[in-house]
């Protein structure tokens, strides 16, 4: 499978490493990026031809599948580009900065006729998860009523802003709890406490995210961006007759000097190193087989739809619903 990847800023060249590396079937035959710099530097790296912009690598006739790995506000046109080119495309998360962009994107791809979109959630592919997946589905822990949810970055550079917790980093609870709760979110409310010191001044955080799906369960996620001690993911489910609860990494134990302690994962690309190379190996996987098959574009809709009303809850504290329609039949699984 010929890849075409478009942004080559971090995650780009990451997801490009690993798609001319450690993924089989599958190389990277383009790149390209506004920073002509950057593409050029990645493009020698995996050994990959640098197309002058998004718009002709996506048209470039190597070029069978595409990955987006440009900034969230770009997202939206690089992937309606792909589905009128009749091209599968794997776009970083957030799908959309916007819901309303994000409906287009479903529009085009119904109107097109099978499912092109596949959108990077990574945790779907994280092995603690899957294990709190299987839980769940097996009734370990009988009907889930709550979720208590922390996302803590050690710390954000002073790009990051108020809306971006909600927008770039919740989304990831939001959409992994739609998967593992297998129901939409109704209502969203932003708890604001006092903000850390060690944060830059325009920067609202931490900011407390309070859901309740459908049928009532209650989600809690604690987003703290500059927690300074680590990259801390932390995900319990309580059920009607048990909890289950998203394990650590392992790690060695360490005895010593009086303590057992064991040292806790400092940055996410080693916290979900595994999930992102199995991310798109089973992506790689599907095409071959003939259609994406992970998160969908209804899936990064849906989650845009909830931390656009996660933004609005902060600045006015209201309780907003989420508007969201029925869920096409396209996208039933
Ligand atoms: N799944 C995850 O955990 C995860 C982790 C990191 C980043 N991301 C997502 O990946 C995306 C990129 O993040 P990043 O950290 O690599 O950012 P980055 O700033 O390091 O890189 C973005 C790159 O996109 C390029 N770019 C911007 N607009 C473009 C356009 N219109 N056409 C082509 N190139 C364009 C920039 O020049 C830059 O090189 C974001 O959507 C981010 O949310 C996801
Ligand atoms: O783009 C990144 C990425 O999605 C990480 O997984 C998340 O922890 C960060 O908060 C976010 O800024």
């Not at 996302?151 to 593992?180: C, F, G």
């Not at 459908?214 to 961006?225: H, N």
């Not at 801390?232 to 010593?256: F, K």
């Not at 909830?306 to 996208?331: H, K």
């Amino acid at each position: 499978m010929k890849i075409g990847l478009i942004g080559t800023g971090w995650i780009g060249e990451e997801h490009a490493r690993r798609l001319s590396g450690r993924i089989s079937g599958a190389e990277v035959a383009a790149v390209s990026d506004i920073d002509p710099e950057r593409a050029a530097a990645v493009a020698k790296a995996v050994g990959a031809r640098v197309a002058a912009d998004a718009d002709r690598l996506i048209a470039d006739p190597e070029v069978e599948a595409v990955v987006v790995a440009s900034w969230g506000p770009a997202h939206a046109g690089q992937v309606l580009a792909c589905i009128a080119a009749g091209k599968p495309v794997f776009c970083e998360k957030p799908l959309t900065t916007e819901a309303a962009d994000g409906l287009r994107i479903l529009e085009a791809e119904q109107a097109h006729g099978k499912r092109l979109v596949q959108v990077g959630f990574m945790r779907r592919y994280d092995a603690g998860y899957r294990q709190i997946k299987a839980v769940l589905d097996a009734g370990g822990v009988g009907t889930p009523l709550m979720a208590h949810c922390a996302h803590r970055n050690p710390t954000q550079p002073e790009s990051y802003h108020s809306d971006k917790p909600m927008v770039d980093t919740a989304v990831h609870e939001i959409d992994v709890l739609r998967w593992l709760l297998g129901e939409e979110f109704a209502t969203v409310q932003v708890v604001v406490p006092r903000s850390t010191a060690k944060r830059y001044p325009h920067l609202v955080d931490p900011q407390i995210l309070l859901l309740e799906t459908e049928s009532g369960a209650r989600v809690d996620v604690e987003v703290f961006v500059n927690c300074q001690y680590g990259y801390d993911i932390q995900c319990e489910i309580v059920g009607e007759t048990g909890t289950v609860r998203l394990p650590d990494p392992a790690a060695p134990l360490v005895r010593s000097g009086g303590r057992a302690a064991y040292p806790l994962v400092q940055d996410f690309p080693s916290r979900f190193a595994d999930a992102f190379d199995t991310e798109l190996q089973e992506w790689v996987d599907a095409l071959h087989a003939g259609l994406p098959a992970g998160p969908s574009a209804w899936d990064g809709y849906a989650a845009t739809v909830v931390t656009n009303a996660a933004v609005e809850a902060r600045r006015t504290g209201a309780i907003v619903p989420v508007d969201l329609p029925a869920r096409p039949d396209f996208y039933k699984e």
